[in-house]
């Protein structure tokens, strides 16, 4: 009997122990990822500023899906962001690296994947993955809010691009996407895991207006 208890009252410790070490891992990374993300944001403003800025805030394919990739935190560097997307009604805003930068990776940030275009390009197709979850990088875990109609803007190379979500839908997660779009309009593509399934991921569908 007593060496039941010692051992419950081990375990007991153990588990314990093991939850506060997750979750201090998990707080310090999140930590750590805010402020590399601020430290971004300061050198975008700060090259506005320099270059006098000002941007108004107020108002079917198939790609082959890339597998995750880690980066070491001694070879994060800090430069500018690309460009900026932002989701009003779910109260998102993150900056973007161009595809050809070594800071463009799902493990600390959205990504813009290779087979994308820029928002410029006329018909093209911005296409940014993102984790969803309840982890330090999830920046993705609430699209899930989004309906067709909601607006999503991109603030890139000193203009507004403006997008409205016309099509939702999920893919299996097979190695391979389906782009569902109208091939005549630039879009935007967002593209997470779907929510409370493990087995999908939902694709989002926007056109810009």
Known sequence: MKDNLKFNITMSVVIVFIGICLFSINYINTKRDET????NLSLLEEKR????????????????????EEIKEEDQVYEYYLAIL?????????????????LNRLSINIKMLNES?????????????????????SYFANLWQLEIGDEAYIYYNNSTYIYKIVNIYTEPKDGAVA???????????????????????????????
């Open 36 to 39: 590399f993300s601020t430290v």
């Open 179 to 209: 782009i569902r779009r109208n091939r005549n309009k630039s879009t935007l593509t967002l593209i997470t895991c779907t929510k409370d399934d493990e087995t999908t991921q939902t694709i989002y569908i926007l056109e810009r207006i």
């Open 86 to 102: 932002e989701i009003p009604k779910i109260n998102f805003s993150r900056g973007f690296y161009d595809k050809s930068s070594s």
């Open 49 to 68: 500023e320099k270059d006098n800025i000002n941007i108004d805030t107020s108002n079917n394919e198939v790609i082959e899906e890339e597998q995750k």
């Open 117 to 137: 275009s820029y928002p410029d390009e006329e018909n093209g197709n911005v296409i940014l993955a993102g984790h969803s979850g309840n982890y330090y990088n």
